[in-house]
């Protein structure tokens, strides 16, 4: 199959004031994609647009809630003010929450699925009808490594990317035929600022939280450029299943091998790594 040809193609990407977001909108503008960032962090907004901006590139800015219905439901036709069309969506917004299923309040574990799950499909239903427009398009869905495995403290966070990856999967097989390309991708432990702006769970103290938050960020190594350049890559290419980082491809390979005593195995070989 041919690779996506990138330039000139208008992409829709949310969470795109830091991290992996500000970094996919980096590569794709090197490649000549025209873009339509959306955020709730106006000021990250304007320093991506600052940071990626050359001669003849289409930069729009939105600020968007990806948890609003009402705002996703209106964003496609703000994007058409600026935008011809559509081409590629990258649905990469997503917020953390740690904690146990025990500790976590119904009401937190509600917000993180309203972000990270509910805003892809949200998201996804506003803008198909631009994406089936096009005559090669590709829907991006940010999973997780807590995609493929599930760890103990992150009930949350890995049943909405779990439900992310389902959702992709089924989409993918639904939208066969069509113009339309689906990628879900599984990033590992990328340098980012996720995990510092956590949501802390009630059912954990302060203390506990930040002892919480060193141990994990020792795991948060790939910068987000390299992450952002290998997701692009892999849009390119048009791969159903982008693992980033060998974190994330030695957790795919695991589950494999044990999809039910994974959790073992990996403790037994953390020490090591």
């Not at 849009?235 to 994974?262: M, Q, Y």
Request: aromatic fraction near 4%; glycine fraction near 10%; avoid cysteine.
């Amino acid at each position: 199959m041919a690779l996506l040809r990138l330039t000139g193609r208008t992409a829709v990407i949310t969470g795109a004031a830091s991290g992996i977001g500000r970094a996919i909108a980096s590569s794709l503008a090197r490649r000549g994609a025209h873009l339509a960032l959306a955020d709730v962090n106006d000021t990250g907004l304007t320093e991506t647009a600052r940071a990626i901006a050359a001669p003849g590139l289409r930069i729009s800015l939105h600020h968007l809630d990806v948890a609003s219905r009402d705002a996703v439901a209106a964003f496609p036709q703000a994007v058409l003010q600026e935008h011809p069309g559509v081409d590629i969506l990258v649905n990469n917004a997503g917020v953390a929450l740690g904690g146990t299923f025990e500790q976590v309040s119904e009401v937190d574990f509600e917000w993180l699925f309203e972000i990270n799950f509910w805003g892809v499909v949200r998201m996804t239903r506003a803008f198909l009808p631009l994406l089936h427009a096009s005559d090669d398009a590709h829907l991006v869905n940010l999973s997780s490594i807590f995609g493929i495995i599930a760890p103990p403290g992150q009930a949350a966070y890995s049943a909405a990317k779990f439900a992310v990856r389902g959702f992709s999967q089924a989409l993918r097989h639904e939208l066969e035929g069509t113009t339309i390309g689906v990628s879900v991708v599984h990033p590992g432990g990328v340098a980012t600022s996720i995990a510092k702006n956590a949501r802390p769970p009630a059912g954990v103290t302060r203390e506990q939280l930040e002892r919480n938050l060193k141990s994990f960020s020792k795991s948060l190594r790939m910068p987000p450029e390299e992450a952002g350049e290998i997701i692009v890559k892999g849009i390119e290419r048009r791969s159903p299943r982008i693992l980033v980082g060998s974190d994330a491809k030695l957790a795919a390979a695991i589950e494999r091998i044990a999809p039910v005593g994974h959790g073992r195995l990996i403790r037994h070989l953390k020490p090591k790594s």
